[in-house]
């Protein structure tokens, strides 16, 4: 991988994880905050469901931010855009689709195959 690209995949891995840590601090801010002052039932209701959506949102993203974290550290290992099963590079093209990949086209493509 040139220099150029891995500065690009650097930085645009860093920039998705401050943003995902941003939101998950606003969603902790904001579960925190919430006052228990409504006495309504719906209002109640109502709040918890969309407390369990954004957990769930949330849930995901921090499986996202792992996988952003290793990217980093692969980048900074030098093993980034090398696939994890057959140890060749990993296209740019797809690594630009899809920057937290750790495998190449044809080795996803047998695994999902091998899956169904």
């Known amino acids: 991988m040139r220099d150029q690209d891995h500065?690009?995949?650097k930085q645009l891995l860093t920039e998705q994880l401050t943003e995902?840590?941003?939101?998950?601090?606003?969603?902790?801010?904001?579960?925190?905050d919430?006052?228990?002052r409504s006495a309504d039932l719906?209002?109640?209701a109502t709040f918890e469901s969309e407390r369990g959506t954004m957990l769930r949102i949330r849930d995901r993203e921090?499986?996202?931010?792992?996988?952003?974290?290793?990217?980093?550290?692969?980048?900074?290992?030098?093993?980034?855009?090398i696939c994890e099963v057959c140890e060749k590079e990993i296209a740019i093209e797809r690594l630009?689709?899809?920057?937290v990949t750790?495998?190449?086209?044809?080795?996803k493509t047998k695994m999902e195959a091998l899956e169904r």
Do not use: H, M, W
């Open 62 to 81: 921090s499986k996202l931010i792992r996988k952003i974290q290793r990217a980093l550290e692969n980048l900074e290992d030098g093993n980034y855009g």
């Open 20 to 32: 995902l840590l941003g939101q998950a601090d606003l969603t902790v801010r904001g579960l925190l």
């Open 102 to 107: 750790t495998l190449c086209i044809r080795c």
């Open 34 to 36: 919430y006052s228990e």
């Open 96 to 99: 630009k689709a899809r920057p």
């Open 42 to 44: 719906l209002d109640r």
């Open 7 to 9: 500065n690009t995949f």
